[in-house]
């Protein structure tokens, strides 16, 4: 079960970006479970959207275990590192395409926490938003979470300042994409001033101007990815009460959307 959920490609990966575990000088105390064990059982919540304590014995670690493991890695930006780090494998090979990339966002209902506000498509019920950037192909870029009564507009600068460095098959890294297209709810002047002054041509939907039909002609890529991030089930609804563990859990199926073309 361990190797399924983690093969040994993936394994590789993560084991370049997981701190090492801390010594005790002194001896004693309880046997630390393996990073791969936890690894698996940490993976098996999110996409099956178990609970900690539901979490099969098969794994070897508790679900306690699992989520102090899950706490220590959220802190030290594990999961981020290593999103990054698939986005290099696969740059390095060519197979991300920079010529157009898309944002948009998700409503996800939220029982509490941070980042969590009332939805105005949801009749005011308590929500968060993922934001998201995607290259032409559907991989995610760049990642960002939101209280649901956040403006998207707001999140566009956020999110293109986001996107990591990331190794090309020739030349250096790359962080920019040549176009942008988004929606409607990114129609701003000021907007548009921005990403030109980053070399970023926009391709925003003006209001009253262009039909939605015109727009998903390039945005439908997006749309699918949305419903990859569906696959991962701890996603369908927010359960956690800090904002970095919920983002957290996006970092995760981003890196394993990425993990499945790396292998492809």
Known sequence: MVERMV??????????????????????????YGDREVLAAIIFVAMTGCTWRQLPPVFGPSGPTAHRRFTEWSAARVWAKLHR???????SRGDLDWSRCAIDSVNIRALKGELTGPNPVDRGKKGSKIHLITERTGLPLSIGISGANLHDSQALQPL???????????????????????????????????????????????????????LGRHRWTIERTMSWLGG????HRRYERKAEHFLAFTAIACSLICYRRLTK
């Open 7 to 32: 093969p040994d490609e993936l394994w590789e990966l993560f084991q370049r970006v997981v701190p090492p575990a801390p010594s005790r000088p002194q001896g004693g105390g309880r046997r630390r």
């Open 85 to 91: 780090l698939i986005l290099d494998e696969l740059g």
């Open 160 to 214: 293109v300042r986001g996107i990591p460095p990331i190794r090309s098959r020739r030349g250096p890294r790359r962080r920019c994409p040549a176009k942008l297209h988004a929606d409607k709810g990114y129609d701003y002047d000021h907007l548009r001033r921005w990403l030109r002054k980053r070399g970023i041509r926009p391709r925003i939907a003006r209001k009253g101007t262009e039909s939605s039909t015109r």
């Open 232 to 235: 991962c089930r701890r996603l």
